[in-house]
């Protein structure tokens, strides 16, 4: 089970852009597949990107088209470019494992804040 710090996240105009990223303190090499969640005040964490070993990648439909989810797994990172950031992308954003595709899960970070307000 590996630790997960997330930063990058901050204060954005809608129509702006962020990078996120995630360290990973153990190898990500062998996790089939990497998420990005996020969670708004009030509401239920959701799954906003997964992506697996072979590239393969998913997107909330919400996010489809503006974010972008990455890794590295020699640096055992995984980023989240997200574009075009509306108010509603406002959330605290946490990696993880894809828990739809994967048993093995990592612990919780702390996640960095992401807030889109003009």
């Known amino acids: 089970q590996v630790q997960l710090v997330e930063s990058g996240g901050g204060l954005v105009q809608p129509g702006g852009s962020l990078r996120l990223s995630c360290a990973a303190s153990g190898s990500i090499a062998s996790i089939y597949a990497m998420a990005w969640y996020r969670q708004a005040p009030g509401k239920q964490r959701e799954l906003v990107a997964t992506?697996?070993?072979?590239?393969?990648?998913n997107y909330a439909v919400s996010v489809k088209g503006r974010f972008t989810i990455s890794r590295d797994n020699a640096k055992n990172q995984v980023y989240l470019q997200m574009n075009n950031l509306k108010s509603e992308d406002t959330a605290v954003y946490y990696c993880?494992?894809?828990?739809?595709?994967?048993?093995?899960?990592?612990?919780w970070g702390q996640g960095t804040q992401v807030t889109v307000s003009s």
């Open positions: 992506i697996t070993n072979g590239g393969s990648t």
């Open positions: 993880n494992t894809d828990f739809t595709k994967t048993i093995v899960r990592g612990s």
